[in-house]
């Protein structure tokens, strides 16, 4: 069983794509497919970051009390 990427290991992951990329190490049909993963993990990192976003809570004391409220 595979455990699942954090957001920085998909952030490393996009980094090294970039640098074979830029490199020049790999052929066109190489780099398309390298081009199509980082495209992928992108837009898994982004709803990650949406995700972490919609759980970030603001703690406000109120007459004794913690309220959580979401962050806008």
Known sequence: MSKKKT????????????????????????????????MKLIEECSGMLNEAEGKVKKINMNNNKIELEEME
């Open 7 to 38: 957001y920085e290991e998909k952030l490393d992951e996009i980094d090294e794509i970039i640098e074979k990329l830029e490199n020049g190490e790999l052929n066109l049909e190489e780099s398309i497919k390298e081009y199509e993963k980082s």
